[in-house]
């Protein structure tokens, strides 16, 4: 199993950016799909999660209304679409695959909020 996540880079507060997280290796639709992020100094937290079939979805209340997470099974993939970006929002962004207490992890994607 294998994801890759891109799409990160620097950008200033109030901005967008996309994140795609694309799997291999994997049956990807009978996988919820998860994006974390870990700030320096703090702890990896859950940003958003999708279920399978795409119809379920769940945010940390911190990025309710400013993130949205979506799938495309055809494609593999998982997106992340990021509003209204805050400095706080500044971590290293995971994507992450769960399926009956399985885990597998991204490498990471770097997201920089600055003026």
């Known amino acids: 199993v294998k994801l890759v996540e891109s799409g990160g880079r620097l950008v200033q507060p109030g901005g967008s950016l996309r994140l795609s997280c694309t799997a291999s290796?994997?049956?990807?639709s009978s996988w919820t799909m998860r994006w974390f992020r870990q700030a320096p100094g703090k702890e990896r937290e859950l940003v958003a999660g999708i279920n399978g079939a795409g119809d379920t979805t769940n945010y940390a209340d911190s990025v309710k209304g400013r993130f949205t997470i979506s799938r495309d099974n055809a494609e593999n993939t998982v997106y992340l679409q990021m509003n209204s970006l805050e400095p706080e929002d500044t971590a290293v962004y995971y994507c992450?695959?769960?399926?009956?207490?399985?885990?597998?992890w991204g490498q990471g994607t770097q997201v920089t909020v600055s003026s």
């Open positions: 290796g994997l049956t990807f």
């Open positions: 992450n695959a769960l399926r009956f207490g399985v885990e597998r």
